[in-house]
């Protein structure tokens, strides 16, 4: 049962532009919201993350948007630049003590120069 | 980059025989993870451990087995090999330490292990 669903699944932008990947997850127990970056051959990385308790964080050209009473999120990429052509995640860890992330199935980027 | 190494790296093997993967961290963190990850599904969890000799069932856990006895070492088994479980295996790690910030939360990828059962 997946719980955290990602849309679109590939995404191709043009070189300057904006990168926008949706998440929209059910559970409300979940308090973290991490984004990974996987290049191909490469484990993914670590991205950008953020709590429920704040609506944006940003991290250079990275912004999540976080809207907690529609229960999603999403990833904007400003100035897109071919070397962010990767797959992103969006995921998000039950509260309580769990150390678990439930994964959303995946965006390929495509950034064109 | 963590300091998490998984071995092998690549490895080709027939329907029915054992195979054992191996995860090795030096940042010394309480929780160690594996997952699997295939075209369309993501990364779907396997098992994880929160401490030695302590693990639990993931997502995906049928066919799987787990044994850490040092806190840097986690190994997954697969007992019978099939060919359903070709995939790309990650190790993670995270420090997952109570009551600190949200930096405990976040987990750390290995390079993965290419697993084929032909």
């Known amino acids: 049962q997946q719980q955290v669903k990602q849309s679109p699944q590939s995404l191709i932008v043009q070189k300057g532009g904006i990168s926008i990947i949706n998440c929209a997850y059910e559970n409300t127990a979940f308090d973290y919201f991490p984004w990974y970056q996987q290049f191909p051959g490469k484990g993914p990385a670590l991205l950008i993350a953020i709590r429920p308790d704040v609506s944006e964080k940003k991290e250079g050209r990275f912004t999540i948007s976080f809207n907690k009473s529609a229960k999603q999120f999403s990833l904007h990429i400003m100035d897109s630049q071919p070397g962010d052509s990767a797959t992103y995640f969006c995921?998000?860890?039950?509260?309580?003590?769990?150390?678990?992330?439930?994964f959303g199935k995946g965006t390929k980027l495509t950034v064109n120069p | 980059d963590a300091g998490i190494t998984q071995s092998p790296r690549h490895k080709v093997t027939e329907t029915g025989t054992p195979v054992t993967l191996r995860c090795h961290q030096t940042e010394n963190h309480r929780y160690m993870y594996w997952y699997r990850q295939d075209p369309g599904h993501g990364l779907r969890l396997i098992h994880y451990s929160y401490g030695v000799k302590d693990t639990d069932k993931g997502e995906v856990s049928d066919g799987y087995s787990v044994s850490r006895s040092k806190t840097e070492d986690f190994l997954l088994t697969l007992e019978s090999a099939t060919s359903s479980q070709t995939s790309v295996y990650f190790c993670a790690i995270s420090a997952g330490l109570a009551g600190a910030d949200s930096s405990s939360y976040e987990q750390y990828f290995g390079p993965g292990t290419r697993l084929t059962v032909t």
């Open positions: 995921a998000a860890r039950s509260g309580g003590g769990s150390e678990k992330l439930v």
